[in-house]
């Protein structure tokens, strides 16, 4: 208002040309306040970007993009084992492991996928192939000599049977009921499993020690056949009797006396992921709808 009323005085003023007047007048206002965005300073010239040049592409090479469409490039290879269809055996062995594991198995048949450590399975194959039965060869070498002995004039040698395990579900059943056998080894993955389902409860009335190792086929290679089912020892060397005695200890520790504990013990009843999940949505909406009348 100050300034106004100058600038009036100064204009009544005849005398001064108005010019001069308005010029003294604005020289005196002061300077208008600069508002907006304050200037930021310049980078340095370290942290300015440098233009890069891209690559000049080779007019030689031309991009051909992939058409997966149908009838049109081959696709990438991928992991398709899920839908290979297998050999029948193939899949019988995947179906009686998912059935083992979702089916409520009794205790007389569980206790057959619950064999003896990898180190004492190890000790026994060891101390079993110390006697071996003979082989076909051999067997036959033995008879043809003791048949030209007997054509030349010589007098018959009666030796004594060389001590040998046993092997077949017959012969050691025999061997169990007339107490004849010190120790029965019995293969885990006998197929039908009804031919040794009974020699463990047998072996156990009889008082034989027994033991459950993994594979018919290691303890067929002992006999020198594919597959057995089971092996007894009847007699063994002197020096022997030891190493027998601490494999006996070993299977009466282990399966023998823990026949409480097998006779309690069931297996399978392990749902898959899809039927966990299902029970678990039923489940929660049951607690929902009892929360909910609450």
């Not at 020198?224 to 027998?244: F, N, Q, W, Y």
């Amino acid at each position: 208002m100050v300034q106004v009323k100058q600038l009036t005085v100064v204009l009544k003023n005849a005398e001064l040309p108005k010019l001069i007047v308005l010029r003294d007048c604005f020289d005196k206002m002061p300077a208008k306040k600069q508002t907006g965005k304050k200037k930021v300073a310049a980078p340095p010239a370290a942290l300015k970007k440098v233009a890069t040049k891209e690559p000049q592409k080779n007019p030689l090479f031309e991009k051909r993009p992939k058409n997966f469409g149908i009838g049109r490039d081959i696709l990438p290879k991928r992991d398709l084992t899920r839908y290979v269809k297998w050999p029948k055996y193939v899949r019988l062995q995947r179906q009686r492991v998912v059935l083992q594991q979702r089916l409520k198995i009794p205790p007389p048949i569980n206790q057959f996928r619950h064999a003896a450590d990898k180190d004492s399975a190890a000790n026994v194959l060891k101390f079993l192939n110390k006697y071996r039965p003979e082989t076909k060869q051999e067997k036959n070498a033995r008879l043809r000599k003791r048949a030209e002995d007997k054509a030349a004039g010589k007098k018959e040698e009666i030796t004594k049977r060389p001590p040998v395990v046993r092997f077949g579900i017959n012969t050691v059943t025999r061997l169990v009921t007339s107490r004849q056998a010190q120790l029965v080894i019995i293969a885990h993955d006998v197929e039908p499993l009804e031919i040794v389902l009974f020699l463990p409860a047998l072996c156990r009335k009889f008082k034989i020690p027994y033991m459950i190792i993994k594979g018919k086929s290691r303890l067929g290679a002992v006999v020198h056949r594919r597959t057995t089912s089971a092996i007894a020892v009847t007699t063994v060397k002197p020096e022997d009797s030891g190493a027998l005695k601490a494999l006996v200890d070993v299977a009466t520790t282990n399966f023998n006396e823990r026949v409480d504990e097998i006779r309690k013990h069931w297996g399978g009843g392990i749902m898959g992921s899809k039927s966990r999940a299902r029970q678990a949505k039923i489940e929660k909406a049951r607690l929902k709808e009892l929360s909910a009348k609450a």
